[in-house]
């Protein structure tokens, strides 16, 4: 089987899909810092001018403090090493979809192409295969996740340099670290997610679109579920009257794997991420009382029971079907 992993593994380093989307990435994560710094820029400028540069309309108190609390943030994130575990977190928004799409190529290939019946011609066994194939695809996204690492220490002095005259200090290095820890494990959930349903699929098109799908579903749905519930805030202040429909929609929404791993990789910094700015809007607006699990230990077990039973799902499909003719 460790001869498959490495097989995989040079099929995965030949491939030129897998550089282009690791040069997207590091490219969307450059300009994610830079509006990062943009913004440490404008919101200064703000707070010494008084003034607005969107309206042009005078700044309240309240407004400049809210300033103020979100350049001390921005600074905290882009100091050196805490850069190094911003980069790894920014890498998940985008970096997710990348990990849905190359597990889709390299899962789906094998039935488009017809290749899956020559490997199991080799003596491969069904098992051997998935294994070996997930942990090809987990251990790739690791070696992309200590790239940007990497790159994120040779940068991050420099970008330190550009949001404060402090020196620069090693305190903090291993937090940082366990943020493309972190990162990295959030990737296996998807990894095997995404393998069902291309097993389940035999075919790169509708599994591509599943998952794609399924991943803007949660995204959109974290979206808009603040939204709701500030609608429902104004419709009904007492927060008692909280409709059914809408509670199952944000249970719907706890148990997904995108907002899972979300909580999971904030672990002890909650106001990172949307995760926990939703289950804050609900507690507030709908009656001090809490819809959404942001346990981060619960969130890893929600993602481990995920990984466990698409994988099993996986697994039996695999063995009970007949793959020797292709779809």
């Known amino acids: 089987m460790l001869r498959f992993v490495s097989a995989e593994w040079l099929r995965m380093r030949r491939l030129r899909l897998t550089w282009i989307l690791l040069a997207l990435l590091l490219g969307i994560l450059a300009l ?16 010494e001018s008084g003034i607005s540069l969107y309206d042009s309309s005078p700044l309240s108190a309240s407004q400049i403090e809210g300033h103020l609390f979100l350049i001390e943030l921005r600074q905290a994130e882009l100091r050196f090493p805490a850069f190094i575990g911003t980069v790894a977190r920014l890498s998940t928004g985008f970096g997710w979809f990348f990990v849905i799409l190359l597990t889709v190529i390299f899962g789906g290939e094998d ?18 295969y998935l294994v070996a194939r997930t942990l090809a695809l987990w251990l790739a996204m690791g070696v992309a996740v ?14 330190h340099t550009q949001v404060t005259d402090n020196p620069i200090s090693l305190a903090g290095l291993g937090e940082a670290l366990l943020w493309a820890l972190r990162a990295w494990i959030t990737c296996l959930p998807f990894i ?25 579903l949660e995204y959109l749905y974290g979206l808009v579920l603040p939204f709701l519930a500030m609608v429902f805030m ?15 929609q944000v249970q719907l929404y706890s148990i997904t794997i995108g907002f899972n791993a979300d909580v999971f990789l904030n672990w002890g910094f909650p106001f990172l991420r949307d995760a926990t700015l939703i289950d804050s809007t609900l507690d507030l607006g709908l009656g001090h009382e809490t819809f959404l699990s942001t346990t981060p230990g619960s969130a890893l077990a929600f993602m481990a029971g995920y990984t466990v039973v698409f994988f099993a799902c996986t697994m039996w499909i695999l063995r009970r079907r007949d793959v020797t003719y292709g779809p």
């Open 146 to 159: 200590v790239i940007i690492m990497l790159l994120a220490a040779a940068l991050g002095p420099w970008v």
């Open 192 to 216: 095997v997610a995404v393998l069902f349903w291309a097993v389940l699929a035999r075919n790169m098109g509708p599994a591509l679109g599943v998952g794609i799908g399924l991943h803007t």
């Open 32 to 47: 994610q810092v830079k509006g990062m710094l943009n913004e440490i820029e404008e919101l200064t400028t703000e707070v």
């Open 234 to 248: 104004n419709a009904d202040s007492s927060g008692v009257a909280v409709p059914m429909i809408y509670r199952l």
């Open 111 to 128: 039935f488009s192409r017809r290749i899956l019946p020559g490997i199991l011609a080799r003596g491969v066994r069904r098992s051997h």
